[in-house]
Every structure is written in structure tokens, then in C-alpha cells.
């Protein structure tokens, strides 16, 4: 790892649960450090070089750091004024406010959800993907599949649901269709892949809406650690 890279992970380190996904994305390999100046942070992610990840103290340290940069289409933004700047200067649009949540043990889980069959997603089954989630499209859901990070449940034989880890590496995706709610089927494939990130040496995080109270007791019944007091605001192009 570039010695940047080493400097920058110590600095997310002070506060993180707040910057757990920028953290998980050097250390997976999924992104590299393109700024790291004063308390500015600034990742590119991998897969998509418009994509990226940023924290910063404030909005013209913010706007500066992209110097140099192709223009982004999407940024995970954090900080005072950082989101509002992201979308002022480069006309994205704040999507989404969330917090980070990690479990930040290293001990196995175990769920028990009778009928349930938890098992790596089929490409024939991409139609119900997109029929049950809209913030990404088959193409998105096709790369997941060739990485083997979605995967469904199927509950007495029939498709249930499904749940999958991001781009970035988050834990997210999670679909329970309306007729297989409140029989466990959410919990027992959160488990399942907060033993999947576990088994391959990752901390397992995903990122909850400020205003979910239902998924933030969840998450809290599973060991998972956030502080709502420290929020992330995804930033889109309009396209998206």
C-alpha cells in the first residue's frame, strides 16, 4: 500500500464508523487515495472513475480537492456544507442522507429462518431484480453476479428476496417481497452476509436512511455499531 494511502487510512481511522466506507474501500482494493490534504480526503473509486468518495472540513476544501479530476457523476460526500457544495458546483443532486453501520466483532453469526435457502443470485432471475429495485439497473446487477456478491433467498422454493454488497463494498440490495415479510427472511440474509464479509478478512458495514428506524433496531439487535450524529449524503447526476 502507497504510503499516501497508509497516512490517510490513519487519519479515517480517528473517526471510523463515520468514514467506514472509505476505509473498506482502500482496503479491499476497490479505491485509491487521489487527495489527502489537511482534513480532506478524496477517493476514487475503481470500478467507476466518475465515482467517489469524500470527507472534508468544508466546502471550498471540498470543491478543491476534485482539482485535476474528471468530473464526478457520483460522490459520497461528508462534512458542513460538503453535500450542498457537490451539488452547486457540479449539479449533482443529494439522493440520499445515511449513516454508516459495522459490525465490528469478529465473531460469526448465526440465523435460523426454517424454509429458507440462501444461494447465489441467477442471471434468469434478473428480471425480478429490476422489478424490486430501481437505484440500479441489470448491467449493475450482472457484474454482482460475475463477482459472486448477490444472492438470493429463496424461502419453501420460490424467490423471496435477494440482498448483494455495492460497487463500493457496503451491504445493501435488500429486497424482501411484500408477501415474505415478518417471517425472519431479512435478518437471516443480513447475517449471512455479515459472515461473508467476515470469512474474507472484511469488515462488514452498509449504510442505513437517517429517517429508518425499523432497519436502525435491526441493526442494533445484529451487534452493528453507528452513531446517527454523523451523517453521509449521497450525491447523483440527475441521469441516475
Not at 70 to 95: D, H
Not at 114 to 139: C, K, N
Amino acid at each position: 500500500m502507497k504510503e499516501a494511502e497508509q497516512a490517510a487510512i490513519r487519519y479515517l481511522e480517528r473517526e471510523p464508523l463515520w468514514h467506514m466506507d472509505m476505509l473498506e474501500a482502500l482496503r479491499r482494493g476497490r479505491g485509491e487515495v487521489v487527495l489527502f490534504e489537511g482534513q480532506t480526503v478524496l477517493i476514487k473509486r475503481n470500478d467507476e472513475p466518475e465515482s467517489y468518495l469524500l470527507t472534508s472540513d468544508g466546502p471550498d476544501a471540498a470543491e478543491a480537492a476534485f482539482r485535476g479530476q474528471t468530473t464526478p457523476l457520483s460522490v459520497i460526500a461528508r462534512g458542513p456544507g460538503v453535500p450542498e457544495r457537490m451539488e452547486e458546483r457540479f449539479g449533482l443532486v443529494r439522493v440520499l442522507t445515511c449513516t454508516n453501520v459495522a459490525y465490528l466483532q469478529k465473531d460469526r453469526l448465526a440465523w435460523n429462518c426454517p424454509g429458507l435457502v440462501i444461494r447465489p443470485f441467477r442471471l434468469e432471475e434478473l428480471p425480478a431484480f429490476s422489478a424490486h429495485y430501481t437505484r440500479e439497473d441489470e448491467d449493475q446487477a450482472r457484474e454482482h453476479i460475475r463477482k459472486g456478491e448477490l444472492f438470493a433467498a429463496e424461502y419453501e422454493g420460490r424467490l423471496a428476496g435477494f440482498m448483494g454488497l455495492h460497487a463500493d463494498g457496503s451491504m445493501g440490495l435488500l429486497q424482501v417481497f411484500p408477501e415474505y415479510r415478518k417471517l425472519g427472511i431479512g435478518r437471516a440474509i443480513e447475517i449471512f452476509f455479515i459472515n461473508f464479509c467476515l470469512d474474507r478478512g472484511w469488515v462488514p458495514y452498509g449504510q442505513v436512511r437517517c429517517d429508518n428506524e425499523a432497519s436502525f433496531s435491526l441493526q442494533e439487535h445484529l451487534g452493528m455499531s453507528f452513531d446517527r450524529t454523523k451523517t453521509l449524503c449521497w450525491c447523483f447526476t440527475k441521469e441516475e
